[in-house]
């Protein structure tokens, strides 16, 4: 049976982080003035009143740039075209806690500040549970606790941490992505799919997730291909075999790419189905919106949008070319160079681990990890960063890297990669215990009473005397964490 993950037997670095980020957001918004962007910004429909307007004040920030998508789905639901790019799972569950938990502040507060507030009490708990599921995922792949738990620590400071506490997915996702990377570690995978196929409902690049589950089922088959002649006849059939890990991966990935498939037609059947009159139902604000922007409304008029007529209508891939020009290259002009120095850092980062894994392990990567080492076979697994556990993960990283790199708006690296891949916090752990004297002669994985044992909080109360290496990457998570909150939370452009 599968249980919630448990965090190391302290006080939560991801919770009191949470609390730090939410209280400098509000002092942020208080101090500076909002910048005028060209975002999406729906009217507030019903006219907030005192107590609205209290909240939105403190926690307004949290609700900036694609948040404005998720409160307005949650709200009114998809009702302009391009909302579909923000898949329905982060949103229902918005939704469901302002319609329950919070139901009694009804009187108090309008829907869209339940949903605002639904969203910080959601938000600090996926992350806390995202802090926990990557600690345990940790102590089972690096098989060292101490570096496990540094790098959920690190996790607490992410340099995506802003994006962890506004009305955004990434929380959600994080929690759902690295339980199930847990699960499919303890050998539990159908939790596992099932946890990945909850992961496509929150983001569409869940769907990479799939690879996970098709390396299982391949290293598991190739393995047992290698035991000794004297286990042969104990193992079923060839053919057998083949069967079996054929069919579990397909059942698995299909499960994974179920929520998002379901959208998509759920987005054709609503956007390309026969008119119904809907613009009659549409407060005259939000029609007015739409013509002002050029916000296409599901089944206005009877003109349906020119995705409908594609062999494969994937309303996804049409609103990230149309609206945002999201595409291989597209990115790469003269005038994006502050958004490519933006992603510099998580770049070289993930680079780096990518580079330190395959002159590490060599003939492992060759192999694709597909072949049994005789440290295997002795029961003596390496351990650390550049064992051969880690392998499928830097490939993932890497391919998520390179996708994010090379055909996505590139500023949203540290955001994608922070809360999609555990390589970040692995790598940087890894780096820290390495390199960091300071690090070497403590225990990592004690957490006894007082902060003198949080390796994190010894390094920042001795930051002058740590190596520039250490210098570089908590400089990098602190000043993103920083910056994130005083950019993003008063509508300036950030990653």
């Known amino acids: 049976m599968w249980s919630a993950p448990q965090a190391p037997a302290c006080s939560s670095p991801e919770s009191e982080s949470f609390n730090s980020c939410r209280a400098a957001e509000a002092l942020f918004n208080l101090l500076l003035p909002d910048h005028a962007a060209d975002a999406f910004s729906p009217p507030r429909l019903p006219e907030p009143g005192l107590w609205d307007l209290l909240l939105e004040r403190l926690l307004g920030g949290l609700s900036r740039w694609d948040a404005e998508h998720f409160l307005f789905i949650a709200e009114r639901g998809y009702l302009y075209e391009h909302n579909c790019a923000f898949l329905p799972l982060y949103p229902l569950s918005l939704r469901a806690v302002a319609e329950g938990a919070l139901w009694p502040l009804q009187p108090l507060l309008r829907l869209r500040s339940r949903l605002l507030l639904s969203a910080v009490l959601l938000n600090s708990l996926f992350s806390t549970l995202a802090a926990a599921a990557l600690y345990k995922l940790g102590c089972v792949v690096l098989q060292r606790r101490g570096v496990a738990f540094l790098a959920a620590l690190l996790f607490s400071v992410s340099p995506a941490n802003v994006f962890m506490a506004a009305a955004y997915s990434e929380s959600m996702f994080a929690f759902l992505a690295f339980s199930a990377m847990w699960q499919l570690e303890k050998g539990q995978s159908w939790l596992g ?257 007082g902060t003198s044992e949080n390796p994190l909080v010894r390094l920042l109360m001795n930051f002058r005397l740590i190596t520039p290496l250490s210098k570089c990457i908590l400089g990098f998570f602190l000043s993103y964490w920083m910056l994130g909150l005083i950019l993003h939370c008063n509508f300036l452009p950030w990653t």
């Not at 956007?271 to 296409?296: H, I, N, S």
């Not at 409908?308 to 049409?318: A, D, E, K, L």
């Open 193 to 449: 799919g099932l946890l990945f196929s909850l992961a496509s409902g929150v983001r569409a690049n869940g769907l990479i997730n799939a690879g996970f589950v098709l390396y299982a089922r391949s290293k598991c088959f190739a393995l047992q291909l290698q035991v000794g002649s004297g286990s042969l006849r104990k193992l079923p059939p060839l053919w057998k075999q083949l069967l079996s890990m054929t069919s579990s991966a397909v059942l698995m990935c299909a499960g994974i790419f179920l929520p998002f498939a379901l959208f998509q037609y759920y987005a054709y059947v609503r956007f390309c189905g026969p008119g119904t009159g809907l613009e009659q139902t549409v407060p005259g604000p939000l029609l007015q919106l739409a013509l002002d922007k050029g916000y296409r409304l599901a089944a206005r008029n009877g003109v349906k949008p020119p995705w409908c007529s594609w062999r494969f209508p994937v309303v996804y891939s049409y609103i990230q070319d149309a609206y945002w020009n999201v595409g291989f290259l597209r990115y790469f002009e003269l005038r994006q160079t502050p958004n490519f120095l933006l992603a510099l850092p998580v770049t070289l980062l993930g680079s780096w681990a990518a580079w330190t894994y395959l002159i590490a392990n060599p003939r492992h990567c060759l192999t694709l990890g597909l072949e049994r080492r005789k440290s295997e076979e002795e029961g003596k697994p390496r351990a650390g960063f550049c064992c051969p556990a880690v392998f499928v993960y830097v490939v993932h990283a890497t391919v998520s890297l390179a996708v994010g790199f090379f055909c996505m708006h590139v500023q949203v690296l540290t955001r994608f990669l922070g809360s999609c891949s555990p390589i970040l916090y692995w790598f940087s752990a890894h780096l820290l215990q390495e390199y960091e004297p300071l690090l070497w002669n403590k225990s990592l994985g004690s957490c006894r009473k």
